[in-house]
């Protein structure tokens, strides 16, 4: 082979091998809380974003209080959650370069319909203060999760210590949403949910909706690119192309159009910062 030949081989090989790496690198990874994954939304909107861009999303799921360690490490490139102080936190430290507000839902207390604290309503304080008075069986998440880390703050806006004032009727499930329902159903208990893990659970037994609509039960979806400067690894044009789509008129109908038995269970509103 001569030399034209052989320079010729050698620059379409490298040709290819530059096109296989490129079409190897359109993938990015995202680390999220476990909720996004098990009720489906993801696997709902990220095809979607894949057939728009030809970039793929691998989802790494964890609990809150886990979620931002491999990020930390520089072992994600985008980051999705529902923990607003630690996002804010991240980003304070360097380790993500700027919070958007994404979409949100909500938590409600969940209970026996037949409403044994006599709570049913929409005061989370109020009822957190019943159910605490009455010694009403009551199931934690006891998971460090983003839920366990709402309902924490809640039984302090309801001025009870929590750990200083449960007892037997306070019980630990230590595990994910639908094995907390699944237990305040066993136990005839309360329990703090996601709306949208609530509307997934269909073994319901005697449980139904008891408190609703208090504005401190709002549960707040964040994202955040994390750093590139701290961590040269990180696919930054990919990633942040995954951010613009999310809080994009696009990608925020693709949220608001996922829904559960009929029923929306995130809404949107990156165009309302704050949430």
């Not at 401190?216 to 990919?238: A, C, I, S, W």
Request: proline share 4%; hydrophobic share 45%; aromatic share 8%.
């Amino acid at each position: 082979m001569g030399r034209l030949s052989v320079a010729f081989a050698l620059s379409c090989g490298l040709t290819a091998a530059v096109a296989a790496s490129s079409a190897e690198d359109r993938s990015i990874v995202l680390a999220t809380t476990t909720a996004t994954q098990e009720i489906g939304l993801l696997d709902y909107l990220l095809p979607i974003f894949r057939d728009k861009t030809g970039i793929e999303v691998t989802v790494i799921a964890r609990r809150a209080d886990e979620v931002l360690n491999g990020p930390r490490r520089g072992e994600a490139d985008v980051v999705l959650m529902h923990a607003r102080p630690q996002e804010e936190k991240f980003v304070a430290e360097g380790f993500g370069v700027k919070r958007f507000d994404v979409m949100y839902n909500d938590y409600v207390l969940i209970g026996p319909k037949s409403d044994p604290a006599a709570v049913k309503g929409k005061d989370i304080a109020t009822a957190l203060k019943a159910i605490e008075a009455k010694g009403a069986p009551f199931v934690t998440r006891g998971d460090r999760s983003g839920t366990h880390a709402a309902e924490l703050a809640l039984w302090i806006v309801a001025g009870i210590d929590i750990a200083g004032a449960k007892g037997a009727w306070y019980r630990e499930s230590g595990r994910g949403m639908i094995a907390a329902l699944d237990a305040a159903r066993t136990a005839h208990a309360y329990v703090l949910s996601d709306r949208a893990s609530w509307i997934t659970f269909k073994d319901r037994g005697d449980l139904d909706v008891i408190v609703e609509g208090d504005k401190r039960l709002l549960n707040q979806y964040g994202v955040m690119l994390v750093n590139p400067e701290r961590h040269p690894n990180v696919k930054k044009e990919l990633g942040q192309t995954f951010i613009d789509w999310l809080i994009s008129p696009e990608g925020q109908a693709a949220i608001a159009g996922y829904k559960v038995d009929g029923q929306q269970v995130f809404f949107p509103n990156a165009d309302k910062p704050g949430g």
